[in-house]
């Protein structure tokens, strides 16, 4: 199974703020793969696929980056609405796995 | 409005069964290869099992092959979970999710709807 580990699991940012989390993938991916976000009692909620395309109606603060091995997710102005905890995926082999999660905090 | 409805959970010992449907609306579901993915309280999300638009198709996750088989019906829109063999370590919440493709398909890639999950409980 490619382990999908990601950093940090947690972090606290202020509204305005630049946020990025990252995943390492423990082998090469391909770039395939996608980030969710999941707001507490919600289910999750697709964001990014394919390493960067941003799925319809996401608002355009988050980006995705990397190749190979290293990823980033970035919002590049923090709203109170983004709490909740985001998950990578990576889709290049079976089993899909995730990474472990960032959980976000506003300060 | 795109839509998918899980049911069937709930409290079940441990060696027994529960079938979990997951109900869609909203879009031409056949056309669509479905997945279910399952988050043990307070932990992360774990991949079940995918199954192509004729279930020709179907992958499971080693931690369910034998026990779970999923399952769809077109005409009635739905997508099944039976689940076997329960064990404590089953307790989560188990969500339905739409699986989209950026080429051919026949693998699960990313998934752009869920459901609102349905909590299973496996415990004497």
């Known amino acids: 199974d490619i382990q999908m580990t990601q950093s940090p699991s947690s972090l606290s940012a202020s509204v305005g703020d630049r946020v990025t989390i990252t995943c390492q993938a423990g082998q090469d991916i391909n770039n395939h793969l996608n980030w969710y976000q999941q707001k507490p009692g919600k289910a999750p909620n697709l964001l990014i696929y394919?390493?960067?395309r941003l799925e319809p109606g996401v608002p355009s603060r988050f980006t995705g980056s990397g190749s190979g091995t290293e990823f980033t997710f970035t919002i590049s102005s923090l709203q109170p609405e983004d709490i909740g905890t985001y998950y990578c995926?990576?889709?290049?082999?079976?089993?899909?796995?995730f990474g472990q999660g960032t959980r976000l905090e506003i300060k | 409005e795109v839509r998918l409805v899980e049911s069937g959970g709930g409290l079940v010992q441990p060696g027994g069964s529960l079938r979990l449907s997951c109900a869609a609306s909203g879009f031409t579901f056949s056309s669509y290869e479905m997945t279910w993915v399952r988050q043990a309280p307070g932990k992360g999300l774990e991949w079940l099992s995918y199954i192509s638009t004729s279930s020709s198709t179907i992958y499971y996750a080693d931690s369910v092959r034998g026990r779970f088989t999923t399952s769809r019906d077109n005409a009635k829109e739905s997508q099944f979970l039976l689940m076997n063999s329960l064990r404590v370590e089953d307790t989560a919440v188990y969500y339905c999710?739409?699986?989209?493709?950026?080429?051919?398909?026949?693998?699960?890639?990313?998934?752009?709807?869920w459901g609102q999950g349905t909590r299973v409980t496996v415990s004497s």
């Open positions: 999710a739409r699986s989209e493709s950026s080429g051919l398909g026949g693998r699960p890639e990313h998934f752009d709807v």
């Open positions: 394919d390493i960067s």
């Open positions: 995926q990576q889709f290049e082999t079976l089993p899909i796995t």
